[in-house]
């Protein structure tokens, strides 16, 4: 339930305020934040699920083309769920490396169908969006999720009491 409480909320942040382009042009993807980090957190069926839910809802009201962006956090969630049962360390190095892989997977996931839909598609563009400002906002996007994490569970923990 609160996951689904969680895919409202960022899906209303992404829509209302960041794809306004509130912060100087720049759009990063909070959806692909997200599911970077549930994945991170949860493995791979639970980001997954993560993230084909929020991208059916963001192709509901975004897109004229459903399931593509669905099909995209899905593969995002699985992998990088996967890749976090093998690499253990929690540091930035490992977080900017699942926000580029996440990053990496999603326009080469849109540009592989939309090149099937007969859109125009430059593969030079697709190397070129991974070190843009989006992915380097994405990255700080996930630090400041993972930090906002850390501190609910350091403020939020009971003290373990000793039997007399």
Do not use: H
């Amino acid at each position: 339930m609160n996951l689904l409480v969680l895919i409202l909320i960022a899906i209303l942040i992404q829509v209302s305020i960041i794809n306004n382009g509130v912060f100087f042009g720049i759009y990063p993807n909070l959806i692909l934040a997200l599911t970077v980090y549930i994945a991170q957190r949860q493995g791979r069926i639970i980001g997954g699920l993560f993230g084909l839910v929020s991208g059916i809802f963001m192709d509901v009201l975004l897109s004229p083309n459903l399931g593509i962006k669905a099909l995209n956090y899905l593969i995002i969630g699985y992998v990088i769920g996967i890749l976090s049962e093998y690499i253990f360390e929690e540091s930035y190095r490992t977080a900017i490396l699942y926000v580029v892989i996440g990053s990496l997977i999603y326009n080469t996931i849109n540009n592989f169908i939309y090149f099937f839909l007969s859109y125009n598609i430059n593969i030079y563009t697709t190397f070129t969006n991974l070190f843009k400002l989006e992915t380097i906002a994405n990255v700080f996007l996930f630090l400041l999720i993972q930090e906002l994490q850390v501190e609910k569970d350091r403020k939020f923990k009971l003290p373990k009491l000793k039997r007399i």
